[in-house]
Nanobody
Framework: QVQLVESGGGLVQAGGSLRLSCAAS????????MGWYRQAPGKQRELVAT???????NYADSVKGRFTISRDNAKNTLYLQMNSLKPEDTAVYYC????????????????WGQGTLVTVSS
């Protein structure tokens, strides 16, 4: 059993910053890749950034240079530092992880958090 809980969302003005956190808990055997996704009103969920169990990262073009994804493997926590926020960044941000649990270490489970709302005003 693995659970992801996001936090850090809120209301900010354009140009401001927020730091999102995603804490993983449960009978974790290992966590491979993790990522942040977002879904704006009336739009489909899209990839924001991903990070491997190491330090390899990937970003959507729309957030490159503004967002930074990182993780603390010892704490099983994922972060997303968001700077220079724009109104178009407004969305529910979801944490995702590819994890293996102790009872089934032979297969990956894809786990999603419930999301945290980020609202950027003009």
């Amino acid at each position: 059993q693995v659970q992801l809980v996001e936090s850090g969302g809120g209301l900010v003005q354009a140009g401001g910053s927020l730091r999102l956190s995603c804490a993983a808990s449960g009978s974790i055997f290992s966590i491979d890749a993790m990522g942040w996704y977002r879904q704006a009103p009336g739009k489909q969920r899209e990839l924001v950034a991903t990070i491997t169990s190491g330090t390899s990262t990937n970003y959507a073009d729309s957030v490159k240079g503004r967002f930074t994804i990182s993780r603390d493997n010892a704490k099983n926590t994922l972060y997303l530092q968001m700077n220079s926020l724009k109104p178009e960044d407004t969305a529910v941000y979801y944490c995702n992880a590819q994890a293996r649990i102790a009872t089934m270490p032979y297969r990956y489970l894809e786990v999603w958090g419930q999301g945290t709302l980020v609202t950027v005003s003009s």
